[in-house]
């Protein structure tokens, strides 16, 4: 896992138009999950342009700890040796989660149908994010836990089989919460259902699917209902993960801020419940066009041409949320640019991610001049109308990112546009879901100091 004792403060800087032809790595939610699933499956499973982020990595080091077969066969290709559904170990040491809360959750709903204990410990950031949301649920289906004071890492939990069937409400839209869940179900007999009030990404559902389970997905006055038929026998799979929104979310949102500037992003996932951030930008003026759509691996993929446009300010519809959740960050930025006020509400959930989302990006972005209202649930900006940003100036302070990726690489974006230098206290949690962000942007002609 990274080793944040020693920060490495950095800025990026434009000395005219973006432009050229760049690919993002692989999306994060779909590595994920095809790691686990093909954990789960008896056979060879094959994967091709998995993310090998630091949260990726951890998955795949959990996943060995409990028997399974993983190793790198080249760059982004992978190939799993499942154990079956029911064939997780006990893992004989801790499992190190790093900085992610996508394999703490979605690894909790393994172990919680197997008869085995793990232990989970991650980073400082992590070890404060609640995990309440998956310990009430999974401790219905016969769970137990050990958590730190309020429902923190590090936790041990011991999972009991044959697990309880469950059918639940989500209370909260969480994809995370929903995976979980459906992963625990694969070694319970009878019926999982979960009941979703707000449909949020449904990866899990199109992956499990396409290793062979049973699932039914209903629309029901209620929300979407998905039964998941338990005690499942997934069949390995060849896996093409496509580029990640999330990651392409960077040098669009770059491109758009940056006059002249002309980008292509090939072969990224526009899965609809997760191009909530396309949808927005759209409306606020962006040129964003899709090109080359097509289907791959059961996920819907295009390759996007994105020009410097003028953005006005909107109110962002709290619907749309689920499908942009970790794309606040750098629209908050677009935001800034934009001509008029961008008004954004039902982000409760940005207060529990790697950092609190909402205060930090509200911070900073007042740090370098951006008129910006802090509520409870949102943000509000006023954009300065295209004009560029003030930026930090010469007062030597640093924007704090709290170990968040996302805010690390929202405000380098936002140094592009910026009128004096804007400095982020730390490169290094960058590698967690986007390794070589610095090198695509300075070859989009961005200049890294």
């Not at 994967?47 to 409990?66: F, K, Y």
């Not at 499942?82 to 801790?94: D, F, H, K, N, R």
Request: proline share 8%.
């Amino acid at each position: 896992m990274q080793n944040l004792s020693a920060p490495e403060p950095f800025r990026l800087a434009a000395t005219g138009p973006l432009a050229g032809t760049v690919s993002v790595p692989g999306d994060k939610s779909i590595s994920h999950r095809a790691l686990m699933l093909g954990a789960l499956a008896i056979g060879t499973t094959r994967i091709t342009g998995l993310l090998e982020g630091e949260d990726v990595l951890a998955t795949a080091a959990a996943l060995r700890a409990m028997g399974a077969d993983i190793e790198r066969t080249g760059a982004g290709e992978w190939t799993v040796h499942g154990v079956g559904v029911g064939g997780l170990l006990q893992p004989e040491t801790a499992l190190d989660m790093g900085n992610s809360g996508t394999s703490t959750r979605l690894l909790m709903g393994l172990v919680a149908s197997h008869p085995i204990t793990a232990t989970f410990v991650g980073d400082a950031s992590l070890s404060k994010r609640p995990m309440g949301r998956v310990i009430d649920p999974l401790s219905l289906m016969g769970a137990s836990f050990m958590a730190s004071p309020g429902g923190r890492l590090p936790l041990t939990m011991t999972g009991l089989c044959p697990a309880v069937p469950l059918e639940y409400t989500l209370p909260v839209a969480s994809a995370q919460v929903k995976s979980a869940l459906l992963l625990a179900g694969l070694n319970t007999p009878g019926q999982t259902v979960i009941i979703e009030p707000t449909p949020t990404r449904d990866h899990s559902e199109r992956m499990l699917a396409g290793f062979g389970a049973t699932l039914d997905i209903e629309e029901t006055p209620e929300g979407r209902r998905i039964t998941l038929h338990g005690e499942a026998e997934l069949k390995p799979q060849t896996i093409i993960v496509p580029g990640d929104p999330s990651s392409a979310a960077f040098p669009m949102v770059a491109a758009l801020i940056v006059p002249g500037s002309d980008v292509r992003i090939t072969n990224i996932g526009i899965n609809p419940t997760r191009a909530g951030l396309i949808e927005v930008l759209q409306a606020m003026g962006a040129d964003i066009t899709l090109e080359n759509a097509r289907t791959v691996g059961g996920e819907p993929v295009a390759d996007l041409h994105v020009r410097h446009s003028p953005l006005t300010g909107i109110d962002v519809p709290p619907a749309i949320a689920p499908s942009m959740i970790d794309e606040f960050p750098i629209l908050f930025v677009a935001a800034a640019c934009a001509q008029g006020t961008t008004r954004t509400t039902g982000l409760e959930e940005l207060r529990v991610k790697e950092s609190d989302r909402l205060a930090t990006m509200a911070k900073g972005l007042a740090a370098i001049g951006v008129k910006v209202e802090e509520q409870e649930d949102g943000l509000t900006i006023q954009g300065t109308g295209g004009d560029p940003l003030p930026g930090l100036g010469n007062s030597g302070t640093q924007i704090a990112t709290k170990l968040d990726h996302r805010i690390a690489m929202s405000f380098a974006v936002a140094g592009l546009a910026a009128r004096s230098p804007i400095l982020i206290d730390d490169r290094r949690p960058v590698a967690t879901s986007f390794p070589n962000f610095l090198a695509l942007m300075t070859g989009l002609s961005a200049e890294i100091s």
